[in-house]
């Protein structure tokens, strides 16, 4: 059964760093495109970034370019996503998505979200 | 504002039909397939339509998806209680090289 399982969200001060991790299994991971996609208290969805299958080729959204870095460890299954100077506008349940066809935003896996909370 | 524009929101009544709009651009949805994803409350998006018009398997037919140019649409037939959702379209953007959705368009089936 494919599963990805998101973590390292919480409660965190502006200005702050926080990483995201997305636990892959139940496929084989270094195969696949993935995703990060978030979404703040009752808004819609927001693409944040995404990653190529050998996590050299990375592409991201404008709104949060020089910020965020994305990466992934093929050998531990595992998606990153790395928010530094943190904003009270990056508050939103972040979920990682897999890939399943490279091509038109076609998320076949999605994890529950990771929480995070950026206040003082 | 969103990239993709979609209704903020439409309504029917059970048993009836729907459809929901997704208007992009040239370097985005008429150079790109779309998806659309149906979003429960409380709960992570679910894919319903790839490559336009694909439906990927345990999703019945009762959703439909097509593209023509710059737009594209979602269809449900036979309403249900249980499609009161949100729904967003998806695809990539040649010009921005980034990823983007519709700001979602909330079903209610009256």
């Known amino acids: 059964q494919e599963q990805l399982v998101e973590s390292g969200g919480g409660v965190v001060q502006p200005g702050r760093s926080l990483r995201l991790s997305c636990a892959a299994s139940g496929f084989p991971f270094s195969s696949y495109v993935m995703h990060w996609v978030r979404q703040a208290p009752g808004k819609g969805l927001e693409w944040v970034a995404s990653?190529?299958?050998?996590?050299?080729?990375?592409w991201y959204a404008e709104s949060v370019k020089g910020r965020l870095t994305i990466s992934r460890d093929n050998a531990k299954n595992t998606l990153y996503l790395e928010v530094n100077s943190l904003r009270s506008e990056d508050t939103a349940v972040y979920y990682c998505?897999?890939?399943?066809?490279?091509?038109?935003?076609?998320?076949?896996?999605w994890g529950r979200g990771t929480t995070v909370i950026v206040s003082s | 504002q969103s990239v993709l524009t979609q209704p903020p929101s439409v309504s029917a009544a059970p048993g009836q039909k729907v459809t929901i709009s997704c208007s992009g651009s040239s370097s985005n949805i008429e150079k790109n397939y779309v998806s659309w994803y149906q979003q429960l409350p409380g709960t992570a998006p679910k894919v319903l339509i790839y490559e336009n018009t694909e439906r990927p398997s345990g999703i019945p037919d009762r959703f439909s998806g097509s593209k023509s140019g710059t737009s594209a649409t979602l269809g449900i037939t036979g309403l249900q209680t249980g499609d009161e959702a949100t729904y967003y379209c998806g695809t990539w953007d040649n010009t921005l090289r980034a990823g983007v959705f519709g700001g979602g368009t909330t079903l209610t089936v009256l």
């Open positions: 998505a897999k890939e399943a066809i490279r091509g038109g935003l076609y998320m076949d896996v």
């Open positions: 990653i190529l299958y050998d996590g050299e080729n990375k």
